[in-house]
């Protein structure tokens, strides 16, 4: 790219998951972790239930699929001012399917992206379905993950 900006982001993982004996053996351990990073609240993680984590704690996998849900958002938001539809509320159902080797190693196959996007009376309702293309195509996000993201909108009218 000619004219390429660079925009870094640090985050702390500390893993808080040590039981008093450490990895001595699989079960004697918890997953559980926090992601920090300075002036914001901690999030705290843990593993998927499934591979022993903490079902009250957010799981990578389930961060990556919010991930992919906000970026869309941010974009799609951005490009209904830029096209003069008022939305007036957003909100997702983001579905990731990760598909696992005999191996125990694992890979994301697809993300689906189920927005629900109110528009204003008056708006212009297919030229607000046709904005998530383009969010999707700027998305950094969708941009940087190599499994098919789609989007299945629902577009819907104020009042």
């Known amino acids: 790219m000619a004219n390429t900006r660079e925009h870094q ?8 998951g040590n039981l008093g004996t450490g990895t001595s053996g699989y079960r004697d351990y918890s997953r559980n ?8 609240p901690d999030i705290q993680g843990s593993a998927d239930p499934a591979f022993r984590g903490d079902r009250s704690r957010w799981n990578p996998e389930e961060l990556l699929v919010a991930s992919l849900s906000a970026c869309h958002k941010l974009w ?6 830029e096209a003069g539809i ?9 579905e990731g399917v990760l598909e696992m080797g005999q191996d ?3 890979r994301f196959r697809s993300v689906v992206l189920h927005p629900t996007v109110t528009v204003a009376k008056g708006s212009a309702v297919e030229r607000a379905r046709t904005l998530h293309k383009p969010a999707h195509e700027k998305c950094f996000i969708a941009n940087s993950v190599n499994f098919f993201v ?4 629902e577009i819907v009218v104020a009042g």
């Open 104 to 106: 125990g190693a694992g």
């Open 9 to 16: 982001y640090t985050v702390s993982l500390t893993w808080n």
């Open 33 to 40: 972790y926090e992601i920090g990073s300075d002036g914001k």
């Open 76 to 81: 799609y938001l951005h490009l209904a001012v």
């Open 86 to 94: 008022i939305v007036t509320a957003y909100a997702d159902r983001a």
């Open 150 to 153: 789609e989007c299945q909108p």
